[in-house]
Structure formats: C-alpha cells, structure tokens
C-alpha cells in the first residue's frame, strides 16, 4: 500500500466520519426528499455532509437542491475527471456527489479504478463528518457490501401495506446476512398520525421479533403540501418550511444521529474497511 495512502488512513481513522444509507423496499415513498433534506440539517448543526445520490434510475438529488450536474462518479471512474470535479458545492452547505451509474455497475469496476477512487474518497471525506446515501428502492445480492458500509440505516416506508411489506423483507433479508447496521424507521408521508403511530409500533415489534433488528429510533413524517410544494421549487423544505412537522421531524432525527455515536468502539483498520465495503472491492 502506498505510504500515502496509509497516512490517509490513519488521518481518516482517527475522525468520527459516518456513512448512513436511506432505503426502502418500495419506490416512491420519500427517500430522496428525506435524504436531502437530513443532510441540509445535519450542515445546519455544523457538520461537514456529503450526500451521494447512489439511484442512477431516478438520479434527483440534484433536482431537489436546484442544482444541474453534469457530470458524476461515472465520468471519474472511466478515467475522465478527477474526482474533486464530479463533487458540486450547494448553497445548503453540503457537496453533492452523484454515482451516474447503478451501484451493481460501480461494483462491477476494474479493482484498480476503485482503488484510486478509495484513494480520492478518503482525501475528499478527511474534511467530512457525514455520507448521506440516497439509494434505488429495493435490493440486490450485489448490494450486499454497500449495507455492510451503512453505520446507520435508515428505512423509509409509508403506512401502505405494501411498503412495510417490503421494508420487512428488505430487513429480513439483510438479518440473513448478519447485516446489522443502527436502524432508523421513517413512517413518511402519514395522514393519520394517531393510527400510523400504533402500526409503526406493531410493525417495529414484528420486526424486532420476527427479523432478529433493534430499531434505534421510530419518527413519523406527515403529508404536507409544503414538501411537494419544495419539490416543485426545488428548495429543500427544511429551509422554506421550518415551522411545517415534516421539517421539525427532520430536524429532530438529525439530533437523534448527532448524538448517538455508533463507532464509538471501531477497531483503528475500521473506516478501511468501510470504503471498501462501500466501492465493493474485495
Ligand atoms: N411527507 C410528504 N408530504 C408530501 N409529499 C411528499 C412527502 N414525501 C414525499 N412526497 C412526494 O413524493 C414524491 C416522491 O418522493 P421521492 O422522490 O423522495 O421518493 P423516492 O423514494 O426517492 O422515490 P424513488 O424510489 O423513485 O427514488 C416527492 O416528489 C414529493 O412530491
Ligand atoms: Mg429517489
């Protein structure tokens, strides 16, 4: 390994950087407007936020933040650009990165364009508290390692049957696999909150029982016209509608991840071993 890289390592080991994944079985259901939207949060506390937008099908982080980019982690990989041009400053005090091809792809890549991108991640990420990685719905094998990265995970789901069907399999599925990472269970776009309170609640205990997770912590995000309303405008609501429940519970889960510390006890090799996991090289 070269001496660089090493001292890199040691640099980056040493800092509380955490990677959290927003999933959810279904599509639809909100991750991407919550993935922006926490991470604007998470800038507003003072915390240095990459968010990674890993959905190449319905690629919109960009689109939320009012922001064109036209080039992204592809353009790097093939020998393009450097990395630091595919990353785009916002106004919201986050950098925006997007993955421009389906993370099964990115796997899929040369080991040695992944190495020299761990090489470049970790230099970008030095300066860095927080990943925020906005995903496709569903879940593949080969999406396997980009799980194991997650320090935190959050499941989006809506109250819809069929979306907690699917978060409870995607669940299952990563029990199976001894995937574990802190679990954040958002119930977003809620209508009755009293009735949706007793079935995040039921649906919290199924999953504890039945799929071996301990949930960290359960929110529930209101449907409010404001947040389609800042989709259209393309301003995150955190901004726009600070007074709305939707923003105060965005606001509320960024304080509940500020203080919880899940690599509290991570082995020095750790945070290696994560990027790794995270551009799936062996
Ligand atoms: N709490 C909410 N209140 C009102 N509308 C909402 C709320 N959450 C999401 N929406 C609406 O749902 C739409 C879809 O949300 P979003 O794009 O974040 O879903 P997604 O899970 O990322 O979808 P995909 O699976 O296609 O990536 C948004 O454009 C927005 O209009
Ligand atoms: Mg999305």
């Known amino acids: 390994m070269p001496d660089q890289l090493e001292t890199l390592k040691q640099v980056v080991s040493a800092k509380n950087f955490e990677i959290i994944i927003v999933a959810s079985g279904k599509g639809g259901v909100g991750k991407s407007v919550i993935a922006a939207n926490f991470a604007v949060a998470l ?19 960009d689109i939320l933040l009012g922001l064109t980019t036209k080039n992204t982690l592809r353009d790097y990989l093939v020998g393009k650009m450097e990395l630091k041009d595919v990353l785009y400053p916002t106004s919201y005090g986050i950098w925006l990165l997007s993955s421009g091809t389906d993370v099964g792809d990115l796997i899929a890549f040369r080991s040695e364009s992944k190495l020299r991108l761990m090489d470049d991640f970790m230099k970008i990420v030095v300066d860095m508290d927080y990943a925020v990685v906005d995903t496709g719905a569903g879940f593949t094998e080969e999406l396997l390692s980009f799980y194991e990265a997650a320090d935190k995970l959050f499941m989006i789901t809506t109250p819809e049957p069929t979306a907690l069907i699917n978060v409870y399999t995607l669940a299952k599925m990563l029990a199976t696999k001894g995937i574990f990472p802190e679990l954040y269970l958002i119930m977003n776009q809620s209508r009755n909150t009293s009735k949706d309170t007793q079935v995040l609640e039921r649906f919290s205990y199924v999953l504890e029982k039945f799929a071996g997770w301990t949930i960290a912590e359960k929110l529930i995000v209101r449907e409010d016209a404001g947040v389609s309303a800042s989709v259209l405008k393309q301003i995150p609501f955190i901004e726009t509608q600070k007074h709305s429940q939707p923003a105060q519970a965005i606001q509320r889960l960024s304080k509940m991840v500020l203080k919880s510390q899940s690599y509290e006890d991570m082995e020095p090799d750790g945070f290696f071993v994560k990027f790794k996991k995270l551009f799936g090289i062996k």
């Open 43 to 61: 800038a507003k506390n003072q915390k240095s936020v990459l968010l990674f937008d890993a959905d190449v099908g319905f690629a919109n982080a």
